[in-house]
């Protein structure tokens, strides 16, 4: 006997985080962000200066949802992991907000948006 079962998209899902990314290079740079999971890829989006870019992540029920972005300024590809689940859960519980700048890119308190988390060096692409 053979048992089929249908798992439905989405049966999995642990919650959904707001995530928003502020570009605050100086300036007035322009900020080209593109976004993407192993599963889902938001494209590409511009960013002026001061602008903020706003997309969900839903959370896996194991705890491994990864996503990903290429931030392009200055002519070159910066790269983040914008949400590691292992990383991020008790930091982001429903909304995240990162600020971009040239040396890094900064985790900011969602309850007090002067309070800086955590920042992180860019990754880089040869």
């Known amino acids: 006997m053979t048992l089929l079962i249908n798992i439905s998209e989405g049966i999995f899902d642990y919650g959904i985080v707001r995530m928003s990314v502020n570009n605050t290079l100086s300036n007035g ?5 593109h976004c993407k ?4 890829d938001l494209g590409r ?3 002026k200066s ?5 997309f969900e992540i839903t959370k896996s029920f ?9 931030f392009t300024f200055d002519h070159k590809l910066h790269w983040f992991d914008i949400f590691d689940q292992s990383r991020d859960s008790t930091f982001c519980d429903g909304s995240c ?3 971009v700048t ?9 309850f007090d948006p002067a309070y800086v988390e955590d920042c992180f060096e860019w990754k880089m692409t040869n």
């Open 29 to 33: 740079k322009k900020l080209v962000i």
């Open 97 to 99: 907000y990162y600020a």
């Open 62 to 70: 194991w705890g491994r949802t990864l996503f990903f972005c290429g």
């Open 50 to 54: 001061c602008e903020v870019y706003d």
């Open 45 to 47: 989006v511009e960013v």
């Open 37 to 40: 999971s192993k599963d889902r």
């Open 102 to 110: 040239e040396p890094r890119i900064c985790r900011y308190n969602i």
